[in-house]
């Protein structure tokens, strides 16, 4: 008989994880369990259900080498009962046990099933974050306006992060304007840090291509990091090696080069390999020896204590309907581009081709080419959310859904920016070499070879005309479409609908 099971989620291998630091090692036993249920409530990248399994397993080996017993259940175990609730009443009977710890899982979805779950469920905070439910909620009660960077300002305050007796370091808070410089010519970084698989990763690699090989996405080559040391090891050849650029070419765009100057650590931090601590340490350390500028450091940190921990309070601020809201009441079918059929697009074509190769796009990439172009579409946003979620590494609802419904879809109605994030193809040609190596022309904005999202652009804001001009941040985008002639007007708007059309009808465009 034990007294209690200790729930570790696969985004939950942080040793000193809440419900692991509540536990007894001598008495009390580890549920970690690999099932259906989570691996498959949205088609997962092949490469995120890898990275997962692999760094599971790990993590309950060395669970058990510091003296835990761990109850690990493969995803082929004949027992395996495919879902978590059914994985902890399976143990609970073997074991003799009625009580279970967990921490606070990072969807609404498994919230609910863990309270739903006829065991005696504690779900402890998830304290591995800067701000808790309650610190958010209290900052956000009483605004009319949840902007992240007055958030954020907090966050440098209450952790110290570059600041300087009670000042910013460098006499700003933000250093924004510097890093947004567009693709440079030649990239002297050579990407993430890559890991030859060893033999559990080998055989979690055979597993998931049985299992899940018709999902989207390549499985092989397969170089993530899958233990703690490792990701370490990633992150210490970030900061030396790009992140004195990463602020420089943060926005920035290049054909066949998804990682440029970027981090490549969501997947490790939002699994528990590194913590937001260890990270952000880092980097201040690298300012601090004069080994990268303010703008690349501050820049990084802020992504990271600023929009990190302010997606995850939206997230649990607006409740589990946030991933149904549309505001815009966009329902057009996601396009089979999406998946990789052909498209004409080559800004599209290419991050979708980076995101089917390593699971991973950056920043830019996701917001301002599949984002714009779905906004921009009318896609339906929950569509939207459902192909973020499965297709990055580094996908869990706490910060996919605010990213995606809220950031790039306006689906929420303004709660995390204040206007949508669109743009015509202008955009894309300053900040990528894309546009060169296009079958449309992005200097062309109507007739044969218009590039799609200079239509597209001026069709949204005519269509949602009405909740959209009064923004004073889009008024000069009204005033520029006003004083375009009648007849240009209505031959872009005319173009735009038979490109959708178009594209409805599963035509290559
Ligand atoms: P870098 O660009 O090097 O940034 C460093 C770190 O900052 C990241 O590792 C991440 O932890 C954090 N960060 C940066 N921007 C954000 C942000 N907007 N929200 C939260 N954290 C941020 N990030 C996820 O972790 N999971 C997602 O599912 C996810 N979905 C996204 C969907 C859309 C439409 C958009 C626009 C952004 C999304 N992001 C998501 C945020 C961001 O794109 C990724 O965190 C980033 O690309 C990860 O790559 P990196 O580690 O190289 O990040
Ligand atoms: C994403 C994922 C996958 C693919 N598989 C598992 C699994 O088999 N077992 C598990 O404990 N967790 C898995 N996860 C992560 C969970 O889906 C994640 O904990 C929730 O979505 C909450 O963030
Ligand atoms: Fe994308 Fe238009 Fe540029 Fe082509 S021309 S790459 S569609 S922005």
Redesign the pocket.
């Known amino acids: 008989m034990v007294s209690r099971l200790v729930l570790v989620?696969?985004?939950?291998l942080s040793p000193d994880i809440h419900a692991l630091r509540e536990a007894d090692r001598a008495e009390d036993v580890v549920v970690?369990?690999?099932?259906m249920s989570?691996?498959s409530y949205v088609r997962?990248h092949p490469k995120?259900?890898a990275f997962?399994?692999a760094a599971?397993r790990k993590f309950a080996a060395r669970l058990r080498e510091d003296g835990w017993t761990v109850d690990y259940t493969e995803?082929d175990d004949t027992e395996n009962a495919g879902s978590?609730p059914g994985e902890l009443l399976r143990r609970a009977e073997q074991r003799g046990a009625a009580e279970v710890l967990a921490t606070e899982?990072?969807?609404w979805?498994?919230i609910e099933a863990l309270n739903d779950c006829p065991l005696d469920v504690t779900q402890l905070s998830d304290d591995r974050f800067l701000a808790s439910h309650a610190r958010f909620e209290d900052w956000a009660k009483d605004r009319k306006e949840l902007r992240m960077e007055w958030f954020y300002r907090e966050m440098r305050r209450e952790t110290g992060l570059l600041m300087e007796g009670g000042e910013p370091a460098g006499g700003k808070w933000n250093f924004d304007h510097e890093n947004r410089k567009p693709a440079p010519g030649e990239i002297d970084y050579g990407g993430p840090m890559e890991f030859t698989p060893d033999e559990v990763v080998e055989e979690v690699l055979d597993l998931v291509e049985a299992r899940f090989g018709e999902n989207f996405g390549d499985l092989r080559p397969f170089t993530l990091a899958t233990e703690p040391g490792q990701a370490r090891r990633a992150l210490t050849h970030f900061i030396k090696n790009a992140l004195p650029k990463f602020g420089d070419y943060q926005d920035a765009m290049l054909e066949g080069n998804g990682f440029l100057y970027h981090a490549h650590v969501s997947f490790y931090l939002n699994a528990g390999l590194l913590s937001w601590q260890e990270i952000c340490e880092a980097a201040e350390e690298a300012w601090r020896q004069g080994d990268a500028p303010i703008n690349a450091v501050e820049g990084f940190i802020r992504q990271i204590i600023g929009w990190r921990e302010y997606m995850r309070g939206i997230y649990f601020l607006q409740g589990p309907d946030y991933t149904s809201r549309n505001i815009l009441r966009h329902d057009r079918d996601l396009p089979g581009f999406y998946w990789g059929a052909e498209t004409r697009m080559n800004c599209v074509g290419s991050a979708v081709r980076d995101t089917k190769e390593h699971a991973y796009a950056h920043h830019i990439q996701r917001l301002m080419v599949t984002g714009n172009f779905a906004l921009l579409a009318g896609i339906d946003p929950h569509q939207v959310h459902e192909w973020y979620l499965e297709v990055y590494a580094d996908a869990?609802?706490?910060v996919e859904a605010p990213n995606v419904i809220g950031m790039s879809q306006f689906a929420d109605g303004g709660i995390v920016g204040s206007k949508p994030y669109i743009s015509s193809g202008n955009y894309i040609d300053r900040m990528s070499d894309y546009c060169g190596g296009c079958h449309y022309d992005v200097k062309t904005k109507t007739g044969e070879g218009a590039c799609p999202f200079n239509l597209l652009y001026w069709a949204f804001l005519d269509r949602h005309r009405d909740r959209f001009e009064r923004n004073p941040r889009m008024g000069n985008m009204y005033r520029t479409w006003d004083r375009m002639k009648d007849e240009k007007r209505d031959t872009i708007l005319a173009e735009a609908e038979e490109f959708l059309g178009r594209m409805e009808k599963g035509e290559v465009v």
Do not use: C, N, S, T
């Not at 989620?9 to 939950?12: F, I, S, V, Y």
């Not at 970690?32 to 099932?35: D, F, I, L, Q, T």
């Open positions: 989620l696969g985004d939950q970690m369990a690999e099932v989570e691996a997962h995120k259900i997962l399994f599971m995803l978590i899982p990072g969807e979805r498994l869990y609802e706490w």
